[in-house]
């Protein structure tokens, strides 16, 4: 097993720098694989893969694993099509984005990682949508999954928000640390958020939660983190994607057979990489708000897709070919377990 130590970019590299990492080839004789990920608790798949052994064994002692965390999906896409990372744990709408900014090239969704973990909480006293007329509210990134999803909620309740934060309800994109201290300072009142920042604005502010993301979803499942790689690397070494994709399925069943190690391998990755070691009653509490599951859930993500349309945050588009399931579906089969279907 060959494993460089994962390394932290700030993204403000030029795009042709990024570029001339590009060949997934090693000067050695060995393949290199390219992996990008957050420290957050909706990427334990990832962080548990890597920091216990799993993907890196999976790979083989013939390829050369490196890691790339990002803050935010946007990051992640710029350094795909700089060719900086052969594939990515990422949200669903930074993927329909750049699959929609490459024209259908860029990228394939090869596998689901994570459901759920997705609130709007509100200071105490607001109780009803109604309530939401003139607060500011904040999510990741403009276009991001949550903010996108906040937008749609928004919209089914008459209620409006535009992009430079005029409407009923000012919508405020921020990072998620800036809006943990905006909302304990009464900047704002109220966020929609993934974990573990959810639950931190619970514990951490007095805030309440309004909206369940799962409520809004058949059977309470939409994908929250998911698998890509680019298309040129999943056409010309299938064997590389397989393996890599032998390695998911293993972290996936590890944090759901031992959730209490997990929970402690994913702390401390994050911790390893940010500096900052989650609570234990935070990290608990986010991980019973998650589903850590290989499938992909399709439907959620056409679904998805449909909201950034309806808000006006994206074209219409066809996702027909998004999802490349093929090799997924073939290492389930080996195990007996039932394929799961794209679009």
């Known amino acids: 097993m060959t494993f460089k130590r994962p390394r932290l970019l700030p993204f403000l590299l030029a795009a042709a720098l990024l570029a001339s990492c590009g060949d997934s080839s090693s000067e050695q004789g060995q393949e290199t694989l390219r992996l990008g990920y957050f420290p957050n608790v909706t990427h334990a798949t990832a962080i548990v893969g890597v920091d216990s052994g799993l993907i890196p064994d999976a790979l083989g002692p013939d390829v050369v694993l490196e890691t790339t965390y990002f803050n935010s999906g946007t990051e992640a896409i710029q350094a795909l099509f700089a060719g900086a990372i052969d594939a ?88 998620n640390a800036d809006t943990l201290r905006a909302f304990q300072t009464g900047d704002i009142d109220g966020a929609w958020e993934p974990e573990p920042w959810a639950t931190r604005l619970i514990l951490e502010a007095a805030g309440i939660v309004l909206v369940d993301e799962r409520d809004l979803w058949p059977d309470g499942e939409f994908v929250t983190t998911h698998l890509i790689v680019r298309t040129q690397l999943l056409e010309e070494n299938p064997d590389l994607v397989r393996r890599l994709l032998q390695g998911h399925l293993a972290a996936t069943g590890f944090v759901n057979e031992n959730p209490d190690e997990a929970r402690r391998i994913t702390n401390d990755g994050i911790e390893a990489i940010t500096g900052y070691r989650l609570g234990d009653d935070v990290i608990a509490a986010a991980w019973e708000n998650l589903t850590f599951t290989w499938d992909p859930i399709a439907d959620s993500l056409q679904g998805s897709a449909d909201h950034a349309v309806a808000v006006g945050l994206l074209d219409p588009l066809d996702l027909a070919g998004i999802y490349a399931l093929d090799l997924l579906n073939d290492l389930l089969s080996e195990q007996g377990i039932k394929k799961v279907p794209g679009l």
């Open 88 to 175: 990515s744990y990422i949200g669903p709408n930074p993927a329909i984005n750049g699959f929609a900014q490459s024209d259908g090239a860029a990228l394939r969704i090869i596998a689901g990682a994570t459901s759920g973990g997705a609130f709007l909480v509100v200071r105490p006293g607001i109780e009803t949508p109604g309530d939401l007329v003139g607060t500011t509210l904040a999510t990741p990134s403009l276009g991001n999954t949550q903010d996108v999803a906040l937008r749609a909620w928004l919209a089914a309740q008459g209620l409006a928000a535009d992009t430079t934060g005029g409407g009923d309800v000012s919508i405020r994109p921020q990072s």
